[in-house]
């Protein structure tokens, strides 16, 4: 099916259609998941209520490109179902604050803090595959996690994640300091010496 089809079907609420887009959106939508959540199964559960609400919500894809103005380009299916998705993650997370107190987390203490500062962000990702990045960030608390995503992977401001997550933008820059020193430290765990 050619996205439009897609498109006209979903609106339709046909079956077809939408197991055509769920498939076709399947493994990128996957990945997202994975990253926001702590395992596999929590990251199916993400996908699925995504995909609900992507299902549910289709009509706001069509009408948010609608009234857009005349020289603003169009709103991609593929960017619209991507921020659906981290919405289905980011509203996990609040749903699910009580059952998110882990300990995975390392603070950071004044000696540990010039060792770590010495090697950069870059050179620590690079001395890694992406399996072990993923799994390091899964080791962090939810609100680590999810900061550390929207900032670093999605291009979020920290006015976005403090609106997003209803949290000070202090809270928020602190929190991605702190995810990237638990990231590094969950890093330097999981390679082989």
Sequence with gaps: MTEEELISGCLQHDPAAQRDLYLQYFNRSMRIGVRYSKNSQEAKVILLDGFKNILNRFKNYVELNAKREKNTPP????????????????????????????????????????????????????SCDKQMIVKALQQLTPSYRTIYNLHEVEGYSHTEISRLLDISEYISKDSLLKAKFNLRKNISRLIPK
């Design 75 to 126: 709103v991609s299916l593929e960017e619209w179902i991507k921020n659906e998705i981290i919405a289905s993650a980011v509203q996990h997370m609040h749903d699910n604050k009580k059952h998110h107190f882990v300990s995975s987390t390392i603070s950071m203490r004044d000696s540990e803090k010039q060792t770590d500062q010495e090697r950069s962000d870059e050179q620590i990702m690079k």
